[in-house]
């Protein structure tokens, strides 16, 4: 949020007193960029599954993806970019974004299950989030498991210097000369 409020500020800064259309067009897309953020993230989930059902209404599902999906990069902090219904700027899903916006999408399908070719292209597009979602998830419980269980192994290793420790301490002398 910071980053588009100071992106903001830069373009009213630099534009001044010489704001036109194009300029208040470009801080109203901003604008509502920042608050789409500051919303939350079911928010964006819901946009999105707005977006992808409007959009599905109209286009297959290969038109759609097409002209929704901006960008891809297969990152946790920006899985893909998605295009706002209203100011057509790009919206990054995080991951946690991603599969929130396939929960929403799974139960508007769950909602009207009459097989129509809207249905079947939301279906299409979770099947789409969830072959970017799906490795993601698996590394990352992976990479738990993983930590796990070299935190077992650390403790356990730290034990067993810890025994080998005392054991090597000769017992104190008790008695006299």
């Known amino acids: 949020m910071g980053r588009g409020l100071l992106l903001a500020g830069m373009v009213v800064l630099i534009e001044g007193c010489h704001s036109g259309p194009q300029s208040d067009a470009l801080l109203n897309a901003l604008t509502s960029q920042a608050q789409a953020k500051t919303l ?13 059902v409007e959009t599905c209404g109209k286009q297959s599902f290969e038109n ?10 297969g990152l946790h902090e920006d899985i893909f970019g998605m295009r706002s219904r209203t100011s057509y700027v790009s919206i990054a899903f995080s991951l ?20 129509s070719a809207e249905q079947e292209c939301v279906q299409q597009f979770v099947g ?13 419980k ?26 090597k301490v000769p017992p104190a002398p008790s008695g006299s000369k």
């Open 40 to 52: 939350g993230p079911n928010h964006l989930a819901a946009e999105g599954a707005a977006a992808i």
């Open 64 to 73: 759609a993806r097409n002209g929704l999906i901006v960008s891809q990069t």
């Open 96 to 115: 946690d974004d991603a599969l929130r916006l396939e929960d929403v999408l799974r139960k508007k399908l769950n909602e009207n299950p009459q097989p």
């Open 128 to 140: 789409y989030l969830e072959a970017l979602t799906d490795p993601m998830v698996e590394q990352d």
């Open 142 to 167: 992976l990479a738990k498991d993983l930590d796990a269980a070299a935190f077992k192994d650390s403790t356990r290793e730290a034990q067993e210097e810890l025994k080998r420790e005392q054991q």
